[in-house]
Every structure is written in C-alpha cells, then in structure tokens.
C-alpha cells in the first residue's frame, strides 16, 4: 500500500504541469524540444527487478550505460540502479524522454494507467514494451496514444538469464520493431511471440507464475528431507539440483517428458510408489486446476486495471 501511494505522489506532486490525455486528444499533444539525450535510447519506467534483468543483460551485451535512462520515484531504488549500472536516472518523467526510441514499461499494473497519462507528451513517437501483469494492449494504446505496442510476459528467472517471455505485438508494430524487441528480450533468456493476445494469460499461468510452482515444489521437498534425517543444506541440495538437471535433461532429450518419467519410473520401485501416491491423491488435476485459476486471474487484472 504504501509503495501504491509513493507512485501516486510522484505522478501527482512532481510533476508540474499535469498532463491527462485520452484518445480524442492525442494528436493535439505538443512537444518540448529534444534533449541531448542518445538518439534511439531506451528508457525504463520503474527500475525493479525486472528492469535490472534488462538493464544488466544490455550492458553486457554492449549496449552503452549513457543510453539509457530509467524513470524511477523511489530514492533508494534510484540510487542502487543509478550505482550498479551507471545509467541516467530520474525521479519523474520529461523532455529527456523525447529522444527515447523504446519505452520499457516495468511498473505495477495499479498505477500504469496515471503513469502513461502523465507520460504521454513525452513519447508520443516511441515503441512501447509493456512488462506489466494483466494490462491489455488496447488500455495501453489509448493511453499513451500510440498503435506501437508490444506486450510481453517475462518470468524472474530473466535475473540470471534463463527467463521465459511471452510477446504480443498490435499490427501497427513493424518487422524492424520486433527484431528490436526481440534483441532486448534475448539479454534475458528465451522468448515467444503469440498471435492471439488473450494468450498472454495462458503464458502468465504456465511461466510467468512458473517459478513458483517450482520453488513450491522445492520447499514441499526440503522439508520432506529434513523430517527425513536429512540436514536443511543437503536436503536444499539434493531438491534444487534435481529440479536443474532434470529441467536440462528435459530440455536437450529428443523424448517428451512422459517418457522421461516412464523410464525412471519402474513398475513396484520408489519412484513407481512416489508416483502413485500423487496420482491417487489427484495432483495432476489439482496442478491443472491451479494454473486454470492464475490464467483467469490474468484476465480479471486485465479487465480490473485496463478500463
């Protein structure tokens, strides 16, 4: 609650002049002169983890640390992204975002819709990379005025490089658009385009969610060993290194993953009664019916957020 009400201060106090936009006034919009900012920049508003993901993979792969700039309200988040990545920061949006080729959008789908009204006159003529939960590309291209728009569904693995992202594009984004979203993206693992954006919802229940599950998965396993006779560190151990090298396993074999588990699964073994403790307990089901229930999540943030 209080981060929410931070974002509400900084949209309605620092910015001077107020801007709300909607869309019978978009094209009315005027410009203050560009700035010496970068030209082609990528800006980010909201400097959290996700934007850090990025931001990180970029400088890695040679994107200079002076072309690029975050929006970011919070001093102390400020300051750490400002530090760790020598990039240009500010605590409200303005004309330094004008020269900005790509807008980044990576703050909480609350406050989206303030935000890009009182952003709006700043980038008009960008591309737009939304990273926020739920908020449809329609709610977006209204507010910000704007048909270059790209919705992705990235996952926290992204951190270390390994993240899942889904992407949507509106047909106002070009090939060139795309490959450019695509070479900002690939810093953070592996991605996916979606033709049809109501899938995005599928993407947040199966990987965006994802991690999760896993870590779910692991806890319920640390706590088996340790009851077990097992020590928290070997059991912590033994529990993320099977999820890591079975996930690799699944990854590179040419077999799907029931045959996978069919071959470590031998009729009356330990892993055969594992598994038919689970089946008779319904888990498959349950696991289904939970990713259901964060796929319709998805969508009700989309409805609740976007109007």
């Known amino acids: ?71 970011e309200p919070f001093a102390e988040a400020r300051q750490r992204i400002e530090h760790q990545f020598k990039v240009k920061t500010y605590s409200a949006a303005g004309p330094e975002l004008e020269a900005a080729g790509l807008l980044i959008w990576a703050i909480k789908p609350q406050v989206f819709k303030e935000a890009a009204l009182h952003t709006t006159a700043y980038c008009k003529h960008a591309l737009h990379l939304s990273v926020a939960a739920g908020i449809r590309s329609d709610s977006i291209a209204q507010w910000l005025c704007s048909e270059r728009i790209v919705r992705a569904m990235p996952n926290t693995p992204a951190l270390v490089g390994l993240g899942q992202t889904g992407l949507f594009a509106r047909p106002a984004v070009s090939a060139d658009d795309k490959a450019w979203i695509e070479r900002i993206v690939a810093t953070t693992g592996q991605h996916l385009w979606v033709n049809d954006e109501s899938l995005l919802d599928a993407v947040t229940a199966i990987s965006g969610s994802g991690p999760a599950y896993v870590f779910f998965f692991i806890e319920a396993m640390v706590a088996a060993g340790v009851n077990m006779g097992l020590t928290e560190a070997q059991a912590h151990q033994l529990a993320v290194g099977t999820f890591v090298g079975a996930s690799e396993l699944a990854r590179s074999a040419s077999e799907s993953p029931a045959v996978l588990r069919e071959r470590v699964t031998s009729k009356g073994g330990t892993t055969y009664a594992a598994i038919t403790a689970m089946q008779e307990a319904g888990l498959s089901e349950h696991f289904k019916s939970a990713l259901v229930a964060a796929q319709q999540r998805a969508a009700e943030m989309g409805e609740a957020f976007g109007n």
């Open 1 to 71: 609650m209080a981060q929410l009400f931070s974002w509400r201060q900084f949209i309605s106090q620092i910015f001077l002049t107020a801007v709300f936009v909607d869309i019978a006034v978009c094209d009315t919009i005027s410009f203050m002169p560009h700035t010496d900012t970068p030209p082609s920049s990528l800006a980010f508003i909201g400097g959290g983890n996700m934007a850090s993901a990025i931001i990180g993979g970029l400088i890695k792969q040679g994107t200079p640390a002076n072309s690029i700039l975050v929006i």
